[in-house]
């Protein structure tokens, strides 16, 4: 079984809708994180989680709200989707461990707003 | 503000070639450097990281070097395969909660 896992894969939905992302992860991580990718540009950084009861804003949270369950759960939610919020989201998790500290990524969700 | 560049955007090999993929920062203060694969529906998986202290770290048939005085990465792969075909990205680890990652470079190796 994966490490981290992402539902849904993908997800068609229409302007105006709340939708959900969700992600569980496996690897007893407590940093976890929410990222896009629109095509031609790097990931870029919605929310991260330190801990369960830390969470904080990335560069481009606007839009977008999250949820740390519990240690091995992070989601994310759009709260009115735009078409411009059409993008792969991957979710993402890390030890922490300063200059060895690695990502691993969930599969991704492939999100279109119409 | 740390910046990450990869060149070239895209390109096209020959089983069977050498090839360095580059990657370019703008801030030398980093803890390390990943180069990532991405294949379609499978996200991102680490290929090497390399540690702010170190030059270089290989792994079969990859190597990958680091230069921070020049804010320069290499991604060398030897004798490349079809199934190295993906998007190879690049991301500099600022610290804290901060990764900065490149647009990537989509490897394509005709057999």
């Known amino acids: 079984d994966a490490d981290v896992t992402q539902t849904p894969r993908n997800r068609i939905t229409k302007t105006g809708k709340r939708i959900m992302l969700e992600c569980s992860q496996t690897?007893?991580?407590?940093?976890m994180y929410w990222y896009r990718q629109d095509p031609g540009l790097g990931l870029q950084l919605i929310y991260y989680s330190f801990d369960v009861k830390d969470i904080n804003k990335g560069e481009i949270s606007d839009g977008y709200s999250v949820s740390r369950q519990a240690q091995a759960k992070f989601s994310l939610s759009l709260e009115s989707a735009i078409p411009n919020q059409t993008a792969l989201y991957f979710c993402?998790?890390?030890?922490?461990?300063?200059?060895?500290?690695?990502?691993?990524f969930g599969p991704g969700t492939r999100l279109t707003v119409l | 503000k740390q910046e990450v560049t990869q060149i070239p955007a895209a390109l096209s090999v020959p089983e069977g070639e050498n090839l360095v993929l580059n990657c370019s920062f703008t801030?030398?203060?980093?803890?390390?450097l990943q180069w990532f694969r991405q294949d379609p529906g499978k996200g991102l998986t680490s290929l090497l990281l390399?540690?702010?202290?170190?030059r270089e770290q290989t792994s079969g048939r990859l190597n990958a070097s680091l230069d921070k005085s020049s804010g320069r990465s290499t991604l060398y792969i030897a004798a490349s395969q079809p199934g190295d075909s993906a998007t190879y990205l690049c991301?500099?680890?600022?610290?804290?909660?901060?990764?900065?990652f490149g647009a990537g470079t989509r490897l394509f190796v005709k057999a």
């Open positions: 991301a500099v680890h600022t610290g804290g909660f901060k990764t900065i």
């Open positions: 390399i540690q702010s202290s170190q």
């Open positions: 801030d030398s203060a980093i803890y390390n």
């Open positions: 690897k007893g991580h407590d940093r």
């Open positions: 993402a998790t890390s030890d922490g461990t300063g200059a060895t500290d690695t990502q691993y």
